[in-house]
């Protein structure tokens, strides 16, 4: 006999998505491999690392950490869904392509999706609340100072454009 | 990394999910935030065969100030019990504590008795539900509900007293009395990290403002969080004439460390009595404080 399927309908970048998945299917394999939405990194599999973070209803969360079947019927924002619908990137994803904060590219759908909930949260942070809201995302190539400069940036752009 | 596989159960009251914990007895187990337990099932360290996931029950999502302190139910988020004022002011060691929680990320999913029930040694929340002594409330399906206090609640390393078939509802953190300071000390490898060593201290103060009563419960330091009460060795001083160096040997020598890979277990005892001092002489600050705007209000 085969694993039980439940049948889900998810919020995905503003598009009703259903699928059907066994209990055990991680949101972050569910969005990559249901629904062939890519951009969302994995990385350790088990909340370190951070590139899996996309946002439900809202909020940054570790899709790796999260059961698809569990968000059923919830908003989900993945990298994809940052940028405008013409393709025009977002405020953040322009601050990190003019402050070279990506390098590999790996970790950073990860670092987007949270530079965009902690601006929204947080229109002017300071270093100290850049640190702490980017914390949760682990980036290998290169130091973390141009992501840090990106947030800044980012936040410049969203305020001049407001 | 993947999870082996579960039978799925999605309750969506609470008579309904005791039933089902009823029905799995031992191969029940509770997901609620996950940030725990989800990294255990991906690396397969625990494989149970039935998943209750209470993430449907809106009546277990509640953060309440009631009368004596504050109840945190079963699905409140780590971030909702930290951004709450009310809390914030009914009992300001929550929100010091959860501040050191992983990180924000982490915290917008993860549940406050999720961290109690996963009772890691290491972990903030179960040291201040400890030195609160603060209680869990555990319901079954056609049983009693049990208040179990901290001291009675952490049996042992990711252990709780929490039996098959039970869920923890609700967990609730007293307020402190007039005159009452506390605080939260750690050190990480990381923040974010599990702490090597941390101390989370309460303290009163008499109406000379002399230390009427001192506890600290400490992490990372023995298989449950470690209370102890230096009442005695702060001889009834205020905190300035207290010898604290004597209040940090006492802790050390109380404590009995083991050693791993981030730190050794003298370096960890050495940490320990750092913090706890510093817990204490901060908390006793905060006390004195608060008699100072008693005083000038009253």
């Known amino acids: 006999m085969g694993e039980a399927l439940h049948e889900i309908t998810l919020t995905v970048n503003g598009v009703l998505r259903e699928a059907k998945v066994p209990g055990r299917r991680l949101l972050s394999d569910c969005l990559r491999r249901e629904l062939g939405l890519t951009g969302t990194h994995v990385g350790c599999e088990h909340g370190v690392c951070g590139c899996c973070t996309v946002l439900l209803d809202g909020a940054p969360v570790r899709s790796c950490l999260t059961f698809a079947v569990s968000v059923d019927g919830h908003e989900i924002t993945t990298v994809e869904g940052l940028s405008g619908p013409d393709g025009s990137l977002s405020p953040v994803q322009r601050a990190f392509s003019e402050c070279h904060a990506l390098q590999c590219?790996?970790?950073?759908?990860?670092?987007?999706?949270?530079?965009?909930?902690?601006?929204?949260?947080?229109?002017?942070?300071?270093?100290?609340?850049?640190?702490?809201?980017?914390?949760?995302?682990?980036?290998?190539?290169?130091?973390?100072?141009?992501?840090?400069?990106?947030?800044?940036?980012?936040?410049?752009?969203?305020?001049?454009?407001? | 990394m993947k999870p082996s596989a579960f039978d799925y159960h999605a309750p969506r009251s609470l008579g309904e999910t005791l039933e089902i914990l009823a029905g799995a007895g031992p191969h029940g187990k509770v997901l609620a935030g996950g940030q725990s337990l989800i990294p255990l099932l991906n690396m397969r360290l625990a494989a149970p065969s039935h998943l209750v996931d209470i993430n449907r029950v809106a009546a277990l999502d509640t953060v309440s100030v009631e009368e004596g302190g504050v109840r945190v139910g079963a699905l409140a988020r780590h971030a909702a019990v930290e951004r709450s004022s009310s809390v914030a002011r009914a009992q300001p060691l929550l929100r010091a504590a959860l501040k050191l929680v992983a990180h924000p990320v982490i915290r917008n999913r993860g549940t406050v008795v999720g961290s109690l029930v996963h009772a890691d040694p290491s972990a903030e929340l179960p040291a201040?539900?400890?030195?609160?002594?603060?209680?869990?409330?555990?319901?079954?399906?056609?049983?009693?509900?049990?208040?179990?206090?901290?001291?009675?609640?952490?049996?042992?390393?990711?252990?709780?007293?929490?039996?098959?078939?039970e869920l923890a509802v609700?967990?609730?953190?007293?307020?402190?009395?007039?005159?009452?300071?506390?605080?939260?000390?750690?050190v990480a490898r990381r923040h974010g990290d599990y702490a090597m060593a941390g101390a989370a201290a309460v303290v009163s103060l008499d109406?000379?403002?002399?230390?009427?009563?001192?506890?600290?419960?400490?992490?990372?330091?023995?298989?449950?969080?470690?209370?102890?009460?230096?009442?005695?060795?702060?001889?009834?001083?205020p905190a300035a004439s207290v010898d604290w160096a004597a209040v940090a040997r006492d802790v050390r020598d109380r404590i009995d460390p083991e050693g791993d890979i981030h730190a050794t277990a003298a370096y960890r005892r050495h940490l320990t009595g750092v913090l706890a001092e510093r817990a204490l002489r901060i908390a006793a600050q905060e006390a004195a404080d608060e008699r100072a705007e008693e005083t000038s209000h009253g």
Do not use: W
């Open chain 1, 105 to 162: 590219g790996f970790c950073t759908p990860g670092f987007l999706c949270s530079a965009t909930a902690l601006l929204r949260d947080n229109p002017s942070p300071t270093d100290d609340e850049v640190v702490e809201g980017i914390s949760g995302n682990l980036g290998r190539c290169t130091g973390y100072q141009n992501i840090v400069k990106a947030v800044h940036r980012a936040a410049e752009l969203m305020g001049d454009e407001a």
């Open chain 2, 128 to 165: 201040v539900l400890t030195v609160l002594d603060g209680s869990v409330r555990l319901a079954r399906h056609a049983g009693p509900v049990r208040e179990v206090p901290a001291a009675a609640f952490f049996t042992g390393p990711l252990e709780s007293a929490v039996e098959p078939g």
């Open chain 2, 170 to 186: 609700s967990a609730f953190f007293p307020s402190l009395p007039p005159r009452t300071g506390s605080a939260f000390c750690e």
């Open chain 2, 207 to 237: 109406e000379d403002l002399r230390i009427a009563s001192a506890r600290v419960a400490c992490v990372s330091v023995g298989p449950v969080p470690v209370l102890l009460d230096v009442s005695e060795v702060c001889a009834h001083r």
